[in-house]
């Protein structure tokens, strides 16, 4: 539904009235700009609702009653406070138990601040700021809109990583997404458990010659079921290939100089295995075709000749079915590329006849269908001007749409656009710039200024609802009631992610769709599990897998409010279990014998394997956890395993 912007901001002038030195003797306001003459106040804000920790020594406390439902932005970021720097917290409750609210450290222009929050009619919010950073006089602003729908706050949440931290994906193949951080010498995954928490492993791997310093990409590229690594650096490429049981990483580096910008995984040739693609940002890009085997082979040249380049992103923007390039440019040639990808391994640059080649900055870009018509659209974000481009798809042409979307309001610079529904709404938002963009399902989108900025995104509580890492904290998603479907893709034809499928699911609501990346927005990677919030849908009507191999998976309704392991070539995809009975085979790629083991036992239990067109080759019982395949030919298969939990399935790789 789309929200008319309701202004309601009364400019009452800058008032020159001291402001409160404690929470008990705050000054009351409404809308208008405020005149801090310093801060020196004796009370300190506690508890602390913005990032960057303590540090504090002094406050200033002002108090808002809400005279309706309403929406309201506190901002510091104004053109008279240029070089200062601000921080506060926004609170409900009484002065002996606050509760946060809202706050913020920097998400303003510059060093300064903004949030916007809901308030409740005849609800009071404590409204502080502290000397976190400067003790200077400054000015803020309070102002009122329409409140919110299904509004998103954030709860930080330390997490013990080690190195930096640029993703967040399933790394042991339970379907919960994992938070990875890495350095020179180490990968360290936090896995996420079933029943909540983390349980963090430390794999030392041998120096990598370039570290993941620009960008990380995630993809199981040798089929093996564990998501090896690809880091984009200043020099070079390095590959980081995890072994058969995800224990340990081969490093895989190459000689030539590439000045890693973004960089992918994806199925380029349409061969069933994933290549890595990084944008070069001196020179032409470059891709590593994998030769089926799991060894990827050096390319350069055809998909953008010219230096410049720096958000790439694999999108099926024309709906063919194959896999087409954008990538945002900026600097030395900063025209956008657009490559179609022509179905015979040829691309041609079509960027020029839909109105992308132009000379706007960026260095990202967000691709999804916000209008939920069936077909992607895109936002192509800042990264050094104020103008962003909303450019909504009509069946494979654009028009740009910025004005009266909300974009052409903001301000905020960004290098990281991505696309995600954090409301679970059933609508696309966009996150970037300082601010998460709410969609309203009509191209139209609401600001919302949240405390966490850009960072991988995936489900780190497994409640169904989007969390942001940023760095060492986890910024959980507080949700609300709305419904949600997780669908987890696994490929037997195509890749083992499912890379290049495209999702869509029908309820009440509506259509919706989704197509699974390995890398969005500039630097990080983001979960591969596929998301649709579905408000107050009570069920699913239908899912659609159309996989890159042309397989079409259809499963009716689905249960809600969980995850969906969908099997390419199998339509009656089985929703995941509790995770307490997980399968795992062994070795993999196999050779004649096939070891299986569940954490619950399998003795001689019966077992089907089917090719990777659904056939079934094989049905017999395991001899004390083995299973002879030394008939079956090279290949990729799914055994399926009947238990009392239910039918467990995995992929495996016959040599």
Aim: hydrophobic letters at 35%.
């Amino acid at each position: 539904m789309k929200h008319a912007t309701l202004l309601l901001f009364t400019c009452l002038g800058a008032l020159s009235a001291a402001a409160q030195n404690t929470c008990a003797t705050a000054l009351p306001i409404t809308v208008g700009t405020f005149a801090v003459t310093g801060v020196n106040g004796t009370q300190v804000p506690l508890p602390i609702c913005a990032p960057n920790g303590t540090g504090a020594t002094a406050g200033e406390w002002y108090s808002y009653t809400a005279g309706a439902d309403l929406n309201v932005t506190v901002t510091t970021s104004l053109p008279a406070n240029t070089g200062l720097d601000t921080r506060f917290h926004v609170y409900t409750g009484g002065c002996a138990a606050l509760a946060c609210v809202a706050g913020d450290d920097d998400s303003g222009s510059g060093n300064l601040s903004t949030a916007s929050f809901n308030v409740t009619a005849g609800t009071t919010y404590l409204i502080a700021f502290d000397n976190r950073w400067s003790s200077a006089a400054f000015t803020f602003q309070v102002s009122e809109t329409v409140p919110v729908q299904d509004p998103v706050t954030f709860l930080p949440q330390a997490l013990p990583t080690s190195g930096t931290t640029m993703c967040v994906v399933d790394m042991n193949g339970d379907h919960l997404d994992d938070v990875v951080s890495t350095s020179t010498s180490l990968i360290h995954i936090l896995q996420q458990q079933a029943l909540g928490g983390f349980v963090p492993q430390s794999i030392t791997t041998t120096p990598a010659d370039n570290t993941a310093s620009w960008s990380l990409a995630a993809g199981d590229f040798d089929n093996n079921g564990f998501n090896d690594l690809l880091y984009g650096g200043g020099g070079g490429v390095t590959f980081m290939k995890a072994n058969a049981d995800g224990t340990a990483f081969t490093e895989v580096s190459y000689p030539q100089y590439v000045f890693s910008q973004r960089s992918n995984f994806v199925d380029i040739n349409n061969d069933g295995n994933l290549d890595g693609f990084v944008c070069h940002d001196v020179d032409a890009n470059v891709y590593y075709l994998n030769d089926g085997t799991g060894n990827l082979v050096y390319n350069q040249g055809g998909f953008g000749p010219t230096c410049g380049n720096y958000g790439s992103i694999w999108v099926d923007f024309d709906g063919d079915g194959d896999q087409d390039l954008f990538v945002a440019k900026c600097g030395c040639d900063p025209v956008d590329i657009l490559y179609q990808n022509n179905g015979n391994g040829t691309f041609t640059n079509i960027a020029p006849a839909l109105g992308f080649a132009d000379s706007h900055q960026s260095w990202s870009s967000a691709w999804g269908d916000y209008d939920n018509d069936g077909d992607m659209d895109v936002l192509v974000g800042s990264s050094s001007s104020n103008v962003h481009k909303l450019m909504r798809n009509d069946a494979g042409t654009f028009v740009n749409v910025t004005i009266g979307s909300g974009f052409d309001l903001l301000g905020g610079q960004s290098i990281e656009w991505t696309t995600h529904d954090f409301n679970n709404d059933g609508w696309l938002d966009i996150l970037g710039g300082g601010a998460l963009m709410l969609g309203n399902g009509d191209l139209t989108f609401q600001q919302v200024t949240i405390t966490p900025t850009n960072g991988p995104i995936g489900d780190l509580n497994n409640d169904g609802f989007l969390d942001i890492m940023n760095s060492a904290t986890a910024y959980m998603n507080d949700g609300n009631d709305n419904h949600y479907l997780k669908v987890f893709t696994v490929g037997a034809v195509s890749n083992m992610n499912g890379i290049g499928a495209e999702v869509e699911v029908t309820s009440a609501l509506g259509t919706q769709i989704r197509q699974v990346r390995s890398g969005d927005g500039f630097r990080y990677m983001s979960s591969l599990t596929a998301h649709f919030g579905i408000r107050t849908d009570t069920q699913v009507d239908q899912v659609i897998v159309r996989w890159p191999s042309g397989i079409v998976d259809i499963i009716d309704n689905p249960a809600i409010d969980g995850i969906l392991v969908v099997e390419e070539g199998l339509s009656t995809g089985v929703a995941e279990a509790s995770g307490t009975n997980e399968l795992t085979l062994h070795p993999v790629p196999a050779t004649d014998l096939l070891y299986v083991t569940t954490t619950t036992g399998v003795g001689n239990a019966p077992v089907r394997v089917l090719d990777a067109t659904g056939k079934q080759v094989l049905l017999r019982s395991l001899v004390n956890g083995q299973l002879d395949v030394s008939d079956l030919k090279s290949g990729v298969y799914l055994l399926e395993l009947t238990s009392q939990g239910g039918s467990l399935r995995r992929a495996f790789t016959k040599e």
